[in-house]
């Protein structure tokens, strides 16, 4: 018997709902796989705390789960106004990154005087306000003109959908969050606003050259980072992508989100890269326990594109049911990956290793072929267990590794269940030894298919499958 699992992971958002000990194991034994820490918000002292949460009940519940460290980027938002200004149509303001609120002047938390061209829109509280640069006005302000009429309010956030950073979007706080991050056990870190494969190349750098074993999760919300070739450049530079919709939306139009996302999920599915779904999935469960019927699609429609990862944002954060909200996801992925095939990719796979992922590959089909109840993967640096999911089997991916750091970055990976144990020849085999007295597998005879190396614990020496029947 194949065991019930969900193949599609579930990523959610500490906050203030979640943030504390009880709450964390509640929403792991729901079914949550890793934790995305917000940077925007907090600080560190409250970032040791969940960190140590997290770790904790991981070992408590003998779960792998992964930390993903969000780094704001250049989230460029108004300064605090003296009270909401209502704008009109026509009207004209003033951004200066040096100036208090006074009247149709707006204190801005960036410079845009260094990056803005007259002619480019500035899209203000979610693309609520809408304005077009008239001048730059001195070294530090620029002049607008107002779209549309609304109201503006402190702290709200602005987007530049057709300003070019060149290349500068780690900020410094960004980059005080890295050298914090460098010394907690995080898994992931988000680089937000990527537009190049080069945002990503410099952050490696930075993470490599420190030591960390961090992967890069590139969020997807600009307009340059989803330009004709762009995008395939960014999946092939980054461990992950994140289609961070939210942001993307207000910045390329709403219209292009559906279409972006699911050429993302299949770039990565080509490249063997993790993908991640983000914003709003079931967003009307902040207030509500009950999920819409668009929302429930959504989430079924991510599950059939193949995507590694669905992120729960606000509503676990923020909202009045996290735990509902949990809980309601696992149950629409169990039920659409039961009765729905994931789509096949058009493209044909590009995987770097090509002994690897052919292996990988036939013991994908072999497995099939002789229904198999698993593939168990013995991985030193967790990329044979990616090569296996490339493949979107519909069986658990069984890994194994001797490094608590795969396993923690393994369990955002599509349809893989992670075990750390030291290295053994027959660590793969032990391994569903033992799960066949725990009766993981159900009762009777089980067959598993293990992709190995006759190395045990070196990277990259994937050459072997082993067919095991275990009474």
């Known amino acids: 018997m194949t065991p019930i699992f969900k193949r599609t992971k579930i990523l959610a958002t500490i906050g203030p709902k979640t943030a504390n000990p009880e709450m964390i194991e509640q929403l792991i034994t729901a079914g949550v796989n890793g934790f995305r820490l917000n940077f925007s918000h907090g600080d560190y002292a409250e970032r040791d705390e969940q960190i140590k949460w997290i770790r904790a009940v991981s070992t408590k519940l003998a779960k792998p789960v992964a930390i993903l460290q969000d780094l704001q980027g250049p989230k460029i938002r108004l300064g605090v106004l003296n009270e909401d200004l209502p704008v009109k149509k026509g009207d004209e303001i003033t951004l200066d990154f040096a100036a208090a609120h006074n009247g149709f002047t707006l204190p801005v938390q960036y410079n845009l005087a260094e990056k803005v061209k007259t002619g480019q829109p500035i899209y203000i509280f979610d693309g609520k306000v809408r304005t077009t640069v008239l001048e730059i006005t001195s070294a530090t302000a620029i002049k607008v003109r107002v779209e549309n009429d609304g109201v503006l309010m402190s702290k709200k956030g602005i987007n530049l959908p057709d300003t070019n950073f060149g290349g500068d979007i780690l900020t410094p706080k960004d980059l005080q969050d890295i050298e914090y991050g460098l010394h907690q056990d995080i898994d992931y870190v988000a680089l937000s606003f990527v537009q190049s494969a080069e945002d990503i190349r410099h952050l490696r750098q930075l993470l490599v050259d420190s030591g960390s074993k961090a992967q890069i999760v590139a969020k ?180 194994v590794t001797s490094q608590p750091y795969v396993a923690q970055q393994l369990s955002l990976l599509y349809a893989t269940k992670s075990y750390v144990r030291p290295d053994d020849a027959e660590a793969g085999f032990k391994l569903a030894q033992q799960l066949q007295t725990d009766a993981y597998f159900g009762e009777g005879k089980t067959t598993i298919v293990i992709v190995s190396g006759q190395q045990p614990g070196v990277a990259g020496g994937t050459d072997t499958i082993k067919v095991r029947m275990i009474e």
């Not at 999946?235 to 292009?256: F, H, I, P, Y």
């Not at 699911?262 to 967003?283: D, P, W």
């Open 220 to 399: 997807i919300e600009t307009k340059a980072a989803i330009a004709d070739g762009v995008m395939e450049e960014i999946v092939k530079a980054t461990d992950c992508v994140m289609v961070a919709r939210g942001d993307l939306a207000v910045e390329a139009g709403a219209e292009v989100v559906p279409i972006v996302q699911r050429q993302l999920i299949e770039l990565c599915r080509q490249y063997g890269k993790l993908s991640i779904v983000a914003t709003q999935m079931m967003a009307s469960m902040v207030d509500s326990p009950e999920p819409t019927r668009a929302e429930v699609s959504d989430v079924a429609s991510a599950v059939i594109m193949g995507a590694d990862t669905v992120m729960l944002s606000d509503e676990t954060a923020n909202g009045n049911y996290p735990l509902e909200t949990v809980r309601a996801m696992k149950k629409v992925i169990l039920y659409t990956q039961e009765r729905a095939d994931v789509v096949p990719v058009t493209g044909r796979v590009k995987a770097e290793h090509n002994q690897r992922d052919a292996i990988s590959g036939a013991a994908v089909k072999l497995a099939e072929q002789l229904r198999a109840n698993a593939i168990i993967a013995e991985t030193k640096s967790g990329a044979t267990a990616a090569n296996i999911a490339m493949h979107r089997p519909n069986l658990p991916i069984i890994s």
